[in-house]
């Protein structure tokens, strides 16, 4: 896709990103759809932070994906800092066309030029396209992950 671009998400771009997370089955049932005082506080938490990135991917004018990057220092793998990639979300009707491989692709050369030792992502269990989606890209299902809502 020759007319996309990345940039960091702005304000302005809440209502867009809140649409593609609630893109599916799984994000209809956990997202409320509309921009509340509790996005309003994430997004400003996401952008103040140094260590994470919310990227909005842009073709045409309009905005058809986005993806939450976030870097993670540790002591394991002799220091090295590891980049965390959530909430990836390509629009509906811009599904099959590679813009999810762009996506994650741009997303690992900015951890290789910020000399992260690690690119890692979760997706939920159900969502088998997107396991090999990601296995085409050299991802491995090399870990089991847990997690604990409260």
Known sequence: M???????AVRSDLPAVLA????DALGRSREVGEVDAAYER???DITADPRND????EAGGAVVGCMQLTY?????RHGAERQLIEAVRVRSDQ??????REMITWA???????????VQLTTDKSRHDAHRFYLGLGFVASHEGMKLHL
């Open 2 to 8: 020759s007319d996309v671009i990345f940039r960091a």
């Open 72 to 76: 993670i220092p540790g002591l394991s």
């Open 42 to 44: 994430a997004f400003d």
């Open 54 to 57: 919310l990227v909005v991917t």
């Open 95 to 100: 599904r099959g066309r590679g813009l999810g």
């Open 20 to 23: 593609l997370l609630a893109d």
């Open 108 to 118: 690992v050369d900015r951890a290789r030029e910020r000399g992260c030792g690690l």
